[in-house]
């Protein structure tokens, strides 16, 4: 499955190498990737159509930044997105337990209907995109990426259910967002959507990195997901058993029809995660 035609937008968090600023970190970058235009930005300037901003990211601790794209859409977006991680990449920049990447869709023709059903799918897929992530992504674990499920009352198939009910006894726009995303630190967060906001469904859950595999993948599976929600219908679990992650999986990958690359790539991907862990080893990212 193609791209689709939908407007997004990445967020890079990630830790610059000792005694960089912006302003020389900026420089740096477009010396490994002259294409990109980067510009050191206060935090929460607009988002430009044009050039990357670099801006202060006091969550990260020392030393860190936000890198946010310019307003992408399609494989020419893709590879703007990837040349920015392979540059990041060369000029030194980690990432840690403390930054994220976040990826906002632009929400020009999802209705109410459309965006209830996203709210839903969250929900019922949240094991699975636990499962693709490293724990301090997981579950309530962390500040910045609360579960949306738990706001339904648990973290199994009574709390899918509810969300379903209180969802879609939502009757309008306002009563949604209250109900579906409280406040904007969610994995899923809809703020955006209010009235002055952005505009923009944002997705908050993945860890830091600055692979462009793992940003291409995310992105297209993210991509798949939102397009869905256009036509798909949520309905309650009729078992009553909680569903294990690689049962969401498989459901989720025929409910948006991945495509094999990405089908593959996140297969490969929790049985890393699950074999490190087995292991005791730490990771982050």
């Keep these: 499955m193609p791209l689709s035609t939908r407007t997004f937008g990445i967020e890079l968090e990630v830790i610059m190498p000792w005694g960089e600023t912006r302003t020389t970190f900026a420089a740096k970058l477009r010396h490994y990737q002259p294409s990109l235009v980067i510009r050191p930005a206060a935090y929460g300037a607009p988002t430009s159509t044009t050039c990357w901003k670099i801006q202060p990211d006091s969550s990260t601790g020392f030393g860190g930044c936000e890198l946010v794209s310019p307003i992408l859409f399609g494989e ?108 904007r630190r969610r994995k899923l967060n809809l703020t955006n959507l209010k009235a002055g906001g952005k505009g923009t469904i944002e997705f908050r859950q993945h860890s830091g990195t600055v692979d462009a595999d793992k940003v291409e993948n995310w992105v297209r599976l993210l991509d798949a997901f939102v397009t869905k929600a256009l036509t798909t219908r949520i309905r309650k679990r009729t078992v009553t058993r909680d569903l294990e992650p690689v049962e969401e999986m498989r459901q989720l990958f025929d409910m948006i029809e991945a495509d094999k690359p990405v089908r593959i790539y996140y297969m490969n991907r929790r049985k890393e995660i699950a074999k490190l862990e087995a292991a005791g080893l730490p990771m982050v990212a």
Excluded: Q
Excluded at 96 to 106: A, D, I, L, M, Y
């Design 76 to 183: 020419h977006g893709i590879a703007e997105a990837r040349r920015m991680c392979d540059a990041l990449k060369a000029a030194g920049a980690k990432v840690n337990v403390s930054t994220g990447f976040h990826v906002h869709f632009g929400a020009t023709g999802l209705d109410l209907k459309a965006l209830k059903n996203l709210a839903k799918m969250y929900v019922w897929f949240e094991s699975f995109f636990d499962h693709v992530m490293p724990k301090s992504r997981r579950a309530t674990n962390n500040t910045y990426t609360k579960s949306n499920r738990a706001d339904f009352g648990g973290y199994g198939t009574y709390a899918v259910n509810s969300s379903i009910v209180m969802i879609d006894a939502a009757p309008d726009l306002h009563a949604f967002l209250k109900v579906a995303s409280p406040e």
